[in-house]
């Protein structure tokens, strides 16, 4: 295991409400990434952080926010939610060094009803 | 950003080699070449990269053409937990390595 936790894993909420997703690394890592996964779409980005309170867009951050004031967490947010929000969120650490390799938490369900 | 091209599914048998293509023709010179798995309800997993030479772990094989664009994931003996979907992508470690997935290929692994 890479060190990486979600929460909270599966989440159910209201169109218009505010939604908070929490990665959290152990790694000490300074990439973060968070994507979301829809059927048919593979997984795409939408905002990731190359260190404390340094983050950037993705190509779907419309809707969405992020912030790092630690760096072992990175908080997504959306912050009136919609129903086209309802997706699978991972978020991914990337590995220093040669490899660039990425590892992905376990995921967050989030339904908009 | 660089284009990958895979088949949307594959089949095998278990105990059978694997050969999982992409084509990847606009790769650029620097781009490394990423392999991701992903096993049902599960996050993203790591198998394999390689820039120019044919790499081994033990995991997989990757076999890189010499032009650079494509490249064939191999697994040599499938098996059942070897089903998922299968992401090729170039990586360019200059833009702060952001992964870019396609639709990758899901291989079904049969007894």
């Known amino acids: 295991d890479a060190g990486i936790t979600q929460s909270p894993r599966h989440k159910v909420t209201e169109t218009g409400t505010p939604v908070t997703l929490r990665c959290h690394q152990t790694e000490n890592h300074r990439y973060m990434y968070w994507y979301r996964q829809d059927p048919g779409h593979g997984l795409r980005l939408i905002h990731y952080s190359y260190g404390v309170k340094d983050t950037d867009k993705g190509e779907v951050s419309d809707g969405y926010s992020v912030s790092r004031s630690k760096t072992e967490d990175f908080l997504l947010t959306l912050e009136s939610a919609t129903s086209s929000q309802t997706s699978v969120y991972f978020c991914a650490i990337r590995a220093p060094a040669s490899t660039d390799t990425q590892y992905f938490g376990p995921g967050t369900r989030l339904t908009v009803l | 950003d660089a284009k990958t091209t895979q088949p949307n599914s594959m089949e095998s048998n278990e105990e059978e080699p694997v050969h999982l293509p992409c084509n990847h023709s606009t790769i650029s010179g620097t781009d490394y070449i990423h392999w991701y798995r992903q096993l049902p309800s599960q996050g993203p997993e790591y198998v394999i990269h390689?820039?120019?030479s044919n790499v081994n772990n033990r995991m997989a094989s990757l076999a890189i053409a010499e032009d650079r664009k494509s490249s064939t994931l191999i697994l040599h003996r499938a098996t059942l937990r070897d089903a998922a979907v299968y992401y090729c992508m170039p990586l360019d470690t200059g833009t702060a390595s952001k992964l870019t997935f396609g639709t990758g290929t899901r291989l079904q692994v049969t007894l």
């Open positions: 390689g820039l120019t």
